[in-house]
């Protein structure tokens, strides 16, 4: 039987949600339990009917467009963050990054790319944030790494183009100028790759931990029990703990929590909640005597988090959303992401690969748009890409059809080619890749209307 924890209140399901892209997905719904953020819309749309019949004539068009230069606003959060992880400055590290590389290359048409503006919206004023930069208007686009996004509304209806985490494909859905890492996808639905992780962890029983206050963690978790009851029960796995209701920071500790699962007998811990709430739970489960039982992270591709804990996190896997730091590059694009990230002296993190990559799609959108560029030709033409992958970096996207969500009764319309993850485990400190190989590091299986399980494809995108 399924245990569930005197805490975690009704019967599991029964939420709606979208997918924003594993347990970074949760800083939106984090924040919305610890702080209001309810900000009046407003702005002007920073377009002109005389900008765009300028660049009808082929001259390129749009606020913070120079001879020299093509100028970004950055809006996201660094004071008061409540997860206490590098999120504004990191992100940031990675545009600038990536930037350097394409103004060594002499930028686009001769023009430097820049971040001239840099707002820290302080967790809760990113719709202040989002209405300096409109009525500014001194920039072309803006990259945004915000805990909550309220500003997006006045950014999307001003038709700026607007390139953000994959935590923001809410936001992304129904408007056709946001973009992300990663396409919309649904986070309660069911998603192979959960029996897959037990498999390689030989665990049949499983715990599934989500936060009460956010229903994203709540979705997250229902769709993991959903994911093993779907695609688990012919090699023998269920999830025998489920705890949904978990308080935010876990103030009480998790005494209880863990003793019930290992009365339970659980085998593998499937987490839905942030790094620091996974990192108490490892401590509990040390001190109860389950240390040896592997834990699935979904936001603690931290090196030097994972360094710092020393043993704590011995063979746990950890997922990531683009191609592991540690697999082979091969002709993608992290050899340059690992080099200029070198160059520029910043850290190698997981917010900066994200900024990384939106850097990349701003600068191909421009790019594919044409010397004559509008904001508005830079969204139709980056909303023309079938398969965007940040030069192998990630799974690619279907700009045509991935802003929108899919759902679990229809996963081929809106949904990836083929859904796939890329995943670490936890040896010595430090993270070596699962399963595959270093030269094919994503696990993939294929989307179908009926969802059947299948050994995963190893696979390379670039």
Known sequence: MRQ??????????????????RLTVLLVALALAVTACSNSAGGNSGTSAANDSAAAQGKPTGPGVTDDEIRFAMLGTKSNNPLGTCLLDCFLSGVNAYFAYRNSEGGLDGRKLVVSRTIDDQLGSNQQGALQITSSNDTFATFAAPVVGSGFKTLAAAKIPLYALPANSTEMAGNDSIFASSGAFCIECTQVYWTYLAKLAGATKIAA?????????????????????????????KVVYLNDSLPFGLPNGVGPEVTAMKRAGVQLVIGCVDLNSMKTFAQEMERQGMGAVPMAHQNTYDQKFVADAGSLFEGDYVLSTFRPFEADPGTSGLKDFITWMGKTEADVTENAMIGWIDADLAYQGIKAAGSSFSRASVIAATNKMTAYSADGIINPIDWTRQHESPTEGDPVTHGYKQKCISAV????????????????????WPVTAKPTWSEPTFTDFK
């Open 209 to 237: 931990l989500g936060l009460g206050v956010s229903a994203v963690s709540k979705n997250c978790a229902n769709g993991v029990v959903k994911s093993i009851d779907q695609y688990g029960g012919q090699f023998g796995q």
């Open 425 to 444: 485990k936890v040896h010595n400190g430090a993270f070596e890749p699962v399963a595959g190989s270093r030269s094919k590091p994503f696990i993939c």
């Open 4 to 21: 569930r924890d005197a805490a975690g209140g009704g019967p599991r399901g029964g939420h709606t949600g979208r997918r924003l892209g």
